[in-house]
């Protein structure tokens, strides 16, 4: 019996099971009905037994990566010497001035800041940038404060500030991995080693630097020691330039490249840049109901659409013998769009004018990342 048929197996042994086991050994000539004595006596014991066949399901459940949740799949990730990817802490950009918007200087590393409105997200000093802005990070794990932008407010007293404000958020915080992700990745052979610069070793350097959410790598891609990356942030967008500076001084300082001073081996000389956007516009006729408003079910399609693209760009670095390619294709936006309620009806769309699909392009010099532009809907 394997682990599945077990299962089944106790999962058919429930409260009734056990109650009419017992029952069936009592002699025919005893009142056995509800309320009567014997089955009042046997009961609480039938209760015990069919809440003992949900423990076991449980227990054997946990014992296997593929059916395994929570803290008991954190064990098994760390028997097989990994662990759940943790929650990130989104760092910013912010602007701090004084009566006469001139930028504050006596701001001090562990400086508090707090965002405005009810829920208030916390923000610590961690850097000064070379044009006098800070950077700030989150205080609190994950991504809420990903989409914060605006006035901030001094925790840490200062009479020199005027106004402060987050102007941009630079590195965006990814949540505590998933169940699913953790478990895809124990399950996944891996015959490739982590050694001495090679691409899984660049991989796994990416996978470590918390900021970056998704990584091409070009190897040689200018000869011998040369090694390109290109970054996306947690949110899969192009990286901003402050985090491929970060991401440059730690893989492999500019001052010393090539030295062995950061992540990358000696003599590796790495070039850290992000994608560049490569924009779709989509023209799809659709045949509707007439059971919704056009603008809600024209919202609808654009949103349906735009998970289509979001979901692609999960797998833009995603590599078959380290080689990258990724499809816009015409017949899974469409496919998309079919599934809405209200939608009986599509053609397939055209893409930027064109009835073709769009591979996009990954080269040492181009690496395109989609990006819908606009969704025109015709009915």
């Given at each position: 019996m394997n682990p599945l048929d077990l299962i089944k197996d106790l999962e058919n042994k429930d409260f009734d099971y056990f109650l009419n086991q017992m029952l069936s050994d009592v002699s025919d000539d005893v009142d056995k009905r509800p309320g009567s004595i014997i089955y009042d006596a046997i009961a609480p014991a039938a209760t015990l037994q069919a809440e003992r066949s949900k423990d076991l399901i449980n227990y054997i459940k946990q014992s296997y990566i593929s059916t395994s949740t929570g803290e008991f799949l954190d064990w098994h990730a760390q028997d097989k010497g990994t662990s759940r990817e943790a929650a990130t802490?989104?760092?910013?950009?912010?602007?701090?001035?004084?009566?006469?918007?001139?930028?504050?200087?006596?701001?001090?590393?562990?400086?508090?800041?707090?965002?405005?409105?009810?829920?208030s997200i916390f923000y610590s000093v961690i850097d000064k940038k070379a044009d006098g802005n800070y950077l700030l990070q989150a205080e609190t794990p994950g991504t809420t404060p990903n989409g914060y932008i605006g006035q901030i407010l001094p925790v840490t007293n200062n009479d020199s500030i005027s106004w402060a404000e987050i102007t941009e958020v630079y590195a965006p915080a990814r949540d505590a991995e998933d169940d699913e992700s953790l478990r895809a990745r124990l399950l996944s052979p891996n015959s490739y080693i982590n050694y001495g610069g090679n691409v899984n070793d660049y991989k796994a350097m990416m996978a470590n630097i918390k900021d970056v959410g998704a990584v091409q790598i070009y190897s040689a891609w200018q000869g011998g020691g040369t090694v390109k990356l290109v970054i996306l942030d947690n949110n899969l967008n192009p990286a901003t330039d402050t985090l491929l500076n970060e991401v440059k001084v730690t893989v492999d300082p500019p001052d010393e490249s090539g030295l062995g001073y950061g992540l990358a081996p000696i003599g590796h000389q790495v070039t850290v840049v992000t994608t560049e956007l490569f924009d779709v516009t989509v023209n799809i006729k659709v045949t509707t109901d007439g059971k919704i408003g056009l603008d809600i079910l024209n919202n609808e399609i654009k949103s349906a659409t735009q998970n289509y693209f979001n979901n692609l760009r999960k797998n833009w670095s995603?590599?078959?013998?380290?080689?990258?390619?990724?499809?816009?294709?015409?017949?899974?936006?469409?496919?998309?769009?079919?599934?809405?309620?209200?939608?009986?009806?599509?053609?397939?769309?055209?893409?930027?004018?064109?009835?073709?699909?769009?591979?996009?392009?990954?080269?040492?010099?181009?690496?395109?990342?989609?990006n819908l532009k606009d969704v025109i809907i015709n009915d």
């Open positions: 802490n989104a760092k910013a950009t912010a602007r701090i001035i004084d009566d006469n918007k001139n930028i504050v200087t006596n701001i001090d590393i562990g400086d508090r800041f707090a965002s405005m409105g009810q829920d995603k590599d078959t013998n380290f080689k990258y390619s990724l499809t816009v294709y015409r017949s899974q936006i469409m496919a998309a769009i079919l599934q809405l309620e209200h939608v009986v009806n599509a053609e397939m769309p055209k893409l930027n004018g064109e009835d073709t699909d769009v591979d996009l392009t990954f080269t040492n010099e181009i690496s395109q990342l989609p």
